[in-house]
């Protein structure tokens, strides 16, 4: 009975600690970023053959203009820094 109860205490003190563990990478990741600034972004979604391809459009707070694209296994960020890009080209 003894080695039950401690068996059954064990186990608990093993699943709660692994579960605190985890829970406090995703509390650290939220205090951290707590007082970051949030901006408005655009999404949109790319129909490509044997990916899964997922655009993201954002203007940074120094006015840069950036698109972000991520898929099943890359992504990638690229961002127009120039003041012109709010600027229709002329056809």
Sequence with gaps: MKQIIITAT???LVTGTIAFGTARAGLWEK???LLDTTVETTSF???AKGWNLRGYEFVTPTGARCVSMT?????GLSCDFSKDW???SSE
């Excluded at 898929?71 to 992504?75: E, H, I, L, M, S």
Aim: proline share 0%; aromatic share 0%; hydrophobic share 25%.
């Design 45 to 47: 979604t790319i129909e």
């Design 31 to 33: 205090a951290t970023s």
């Design 10 to 12: 064990l186990t608990v």
């Design 86 to 88: 709010t600027r229709k």
């Design 71 to 75: 898929g099943t296994q890359k992504g």
